[in-house]
């Protein structure tokens, strides 16, 4: 069974950076079959894919139109996670933040985390 | 706003079958699975179908989807109380290449 923890905080301030992490355990973050993404949802925005990170024979990343600017997805095999920063927040980047999980070829989540409530707020 | 068009709203009495419509285009529906969830308040959408009409297992099969050209549908019959919830449809979409979701359809059971 797998299972995704994540962790952050619940508050930044506008301009400064948001970084959240999700802990993989029953799984790999360095597995060739998995896709590990970041999902936020408002209610103005709804459901927004952020980002991914996925390794096959070496690294790669892809990233949603509206933040690939000032987003950035990492994985760290040593501690079986991976990362989401994002730079530059402003009130809109307000939402609930989910990492999820999506096997290669499925084009389903099967796994999420718990979510995490992100306010942006001086 | 969302890529892909869900009726914002739906509404069943139990035991009647309800339909949910996902609209997308020739690069996100049209060429890739879709999959559906639900979402109860406070909690992380579930994959209720993928891949158009896969059921994972445990979803009861009173859960079903289809998908014809550039739409997709989730069906639910024998309707009970318990299926209240937001519902969402997502695929890939290939000229954003990135994943695009519905704007979600409340279900209601009245």
């Known amino acids: 069974q797998v299972h995704l923890q994540q962790s952050g905080p619940g508050l930044v301030k506008p301009s400064q950076t948001l970084s959240l992490t999700c802990a993989i355990s029953g799984d790999s973050v360095s597995t060739n079959r998995a896709i590990w993404n970041w999902i936020r949802q408002s209610p103005s925005r709804g459901l927004e894919w952020l980002g991914r990170t996925y390794y096959r024979s070496k690294w790669y990343t892809d990233y949603a139109i509206s933040v690939k600017s000032r987003i950035s997805v990492n994985p760290d095999t040593s501690k079986n996670q991976f990362s989401l920063q994002l730079n530059s927040v402003t009130p809109d980047d307000t939402a609930v933040y989910y990492c999820?999980?999506?096997?290669?070829?499925?084009?389903?989540?099967?796994?999420w985390g718990q979510g995490t409530l992100v306010t942006v707020s001086s | 706003q969302s890529v892909l068009t869900q009726p914002p709203s739906a509404s069943g009495t139990p035991g009647q079958r309800v339909t949910i419509s996902c609209s997308g285009g020739s690069s996100n529906i049209g060429i890739n699975p879709v999959g559906w969830y639900h979402q109860l308040p406070g909690t992380a959408p579930k994959v209720l179908i993928h891949?158009?009409?896969q059921r994972p297992s445990g979803v009861p099969d009173r859960f079903s989807g289809s998908k014809s050209g550039t739409s997709a549908s989730l069906a639910i019959s024998a309707l009970q109380s318990e299926d209240e919830a937001d519902y969402y449809c997502?695929?890939?979409?290939?000229?954003?290449?990135?994943?695009?979701f519905g704007g979600g359809t409340k279900l209601t059971v009245l």
């Open positions: 891949s158009n009409n």
């Open positions: 999820a999980r999506d096997l290669h070829g499925a084009y389903y989540y099967d796994y």
């Open positions: 997502a695929t890939w979409d290939d000229s954003l290449k990135g994943w695009v």
